[in-house]
T-cell receptor
Framework: GESVGLHLPTLSVQEGDNSIINCAYS??????FIWYKQESGKGPQFIID?????DKRQGQRVTVLLNKTVKHLSLQIAATQPGDSAVYFC????????????FGGGTRLMVKP | NAGVTQTPKFQVLKTGQSMTLQCAQD?????MYWYRQDPGMGLRLIYY???????DKGEVPNGYNVSRLNKREFSLRLESAAPSQTSVYFC???????????FGSGTRLTVV
């Protein structure tokens, strides 16, 4: 079925390094994509989003890249900090499906001091 | 602080018991959602409400009912709880275009 998934289940990086978390999606009808950060025992926290008519969007220390040709999404975190340790999910929204978010399985980011 | 509030935070039920999970948002969002999250997995949509007075099934609606009480509140009911419903439940809200999608802190439900 149509789904959003992630290439890597875990990612371990050194503090101060850049992190790249990848996501593949299969539904070309998706309208936009969101990256969420989820810490243990908490709900998903919005990080950044990108519309399907964009290729790149930057926030504070984060950048999302969208490659529609290969249906690939990535989240880049600059100068990764211990507080960035969490599980990261990409999710897609299709407005013709009631704004339902379809989530991938998550990538755990571990930042080593 | 503005956001989505869920109650209770934790609940243990026996098989066959019923309960209602409460959710309220104060962001004046039209759309509200109930998701469940199983260990190590992403969230899956149970039900959603695009606006006050409407509700629709999501990906995994079986065993659940919902009520959109007013614009602020959206409740999820388990009529006869089963162990397969052990999960963490998240409520969320957004504007009609899906902007501002915000989640509550979750309800951890265990059915024994």
């Amino acid at each position: 079925g149509e789904s959003v998934g992630l290439h890597l289940p875990t990612l371990s990086v050194q503090e101060g390094d850049n992190s790249i978390i990848n996501c593949a999606y299969s539904n070309s009808a998706s309208d936009y994509f969101i990256w969420y950060k989820q810490e243990s025992g908490k709900g998903p926290q919005f990080i950044i989003d990108i519309r399907s008519n964009m290729d790149k969007r930057q926030g504070q220390r984060v950048t999302v890249l969208l490659n529609k040709t290969v249906k690939h999404l990535s989240l880049q975190i600059a100068a990764t900090q211990p507080g960035d340790s969490a599980v990261y999910f990409c999710a897609e929204i299709r407005h013709n499906a009631g704004n339902m978010l379809t989530f991938g399985g998550g990538t755990r980011l571990m930042v080593k001091p | 602080n503005a956001g989505v509030t869920q109650t209770p935070k934790f609940q243990v039920l026996k098989t066959g018991q019923s309960m209602t999970l409460q959710c309220a948002q104060d962001m004046n969002h039209n759309s509200m959602y109930w998701y469940r999250q199983d260990p190590g997995m992403g969230l899956r949509l149970i039900y959603y409400s695009a606006s006050e007075g409407t509700t629709d099934k999501g990906e995994v609606p079986n065993g659940y009912n919902v009520s959109r009480l007013n614009k602020r509140e959206f409740s999820l009911r388990l009529e006869s709880a089963a162990p397969s419903q052990t999960s963490v439940y998240f409520c969320a809200s957004s504007d009609p275009a899906g902007r501002g999608y915000t989640f509550g802190s979750g309800t951890r439900l265990t059915v024994v």
